[in-house]
């Protein structure tokens, strides 16, 4: 129970250190991105740890030992491309998220990666019971990123809707100049990764007016608030293969009793 809830914790934290010394230090350097390349890294490390000891155990009971193929089936291809994809979709949108987060979707946010870490370490606690490893980690990898991901989403969603207020202004403005407004966000100084930050902060005001444009039409309006919710699934399964990473290295042992 305690190791747990210490790993849960450390899990918890941890990104959310990582992330806010990227929101201190973005506005004067590029060398901000460091702590963005540390979390992609215990991402990409623990969904590649999870899909190749899953390959692994497969490659074992379907190849036959000796075979040749062993040394071309080796699953890397397959963790490689699987962890980047991931990185890839989490992490940008993570950084951006933690530049323009309210604080109660930080609240949120904060409580989905410890539910998503807790509930992932006590099914593979559960499932150890029955299974052998790495199938009790494997199989408890997708529910709980999935159990967690989808009630809050849905939070994550409406905390999006009703929490942020709309100046103003942007009623009446027109496209361009809700552009321009959002452009004003971004750092004094000029560097790659405000660049990159422009893509987002166009988007995010684009959106916006789009969302007033269509305020008599709320379904419609609604569409345009669901990249949160994707986000709060990416966050649970991120959550889930940072745990399976914090916990390989807790104490140095993997398989340590929960």
């Not at 509930?119 to 490893?133: E, G, Y």
Request: aromatic share 16%; glycine share 6%; proline share 3%.
């Amino acid at each position: 129970m305690k190791r747990r809830l210490s790993i849960a914790l450390v899990v918890t934290l941890l990104p959310a250190v990582l992330l806010w010394l990227w929101k201190l230090t973005y506005g004067f350097s590029d060398w901000a991105a460091i702590w963005l390349l540390c979390l992609a890294a215990m991402i990409f490390l623990g969904n590649w740890s999870i899909t190749i000891d899953r390959w692994k155990a497969e490659r074992g009971i379907v190849l036959k030992s000796g075979s040749w193929l062993a040394g071309w089936l080796t699953g890397r291809i397959g963790a490689f491309l699987s962890s980047t994809l991931l990185v890839l979709l989490f992490v940008p949108a993570l950084a951006w998220n933690a530049l323009t987060m309210s604080e109660a979707e930080i609240g949120v946010s904060l409580a989905l990666v410890f539910a998503s870490a807790w509930l992932f370490l006590w099914m593979q606690s559960f499932l150890a019971r029955h299974f052998m490893p790495p199938f009790d980690r494997i199989f408890a990898t997708g529910p709980s990123a999935w159990m967690v991901g989808l009630p809050f989403s849905i939070i994550l969603f409406f905390v999006t809707w009703y929490a942020k207020s709309i100046p103003a202004e942007i009623l009446t403005a027109d496209f361009s100049v809700t552009v321009r407004s959002g452009l004003g966000e971004l750092p004094e100084r000029r560097g790659w990764i405000a660049e990159i930050l422009a893509f987002g902060y166009a988007f995010e005001a684009s959106k916006i007016w789009l969302v007033v444009q269509m305020r008599d039409y709320r379904l419609i309006a609604i569409l345009f608030n669901l990249d949160m919710a994707i986000f709060g699934f990416l966050a649970a399964r991120a959550s889930v293969v940072i745990t399976h990473f914090v916990e390989t290295h807790y104490h140095g042992t993997l398989n340590a009793p929960v």
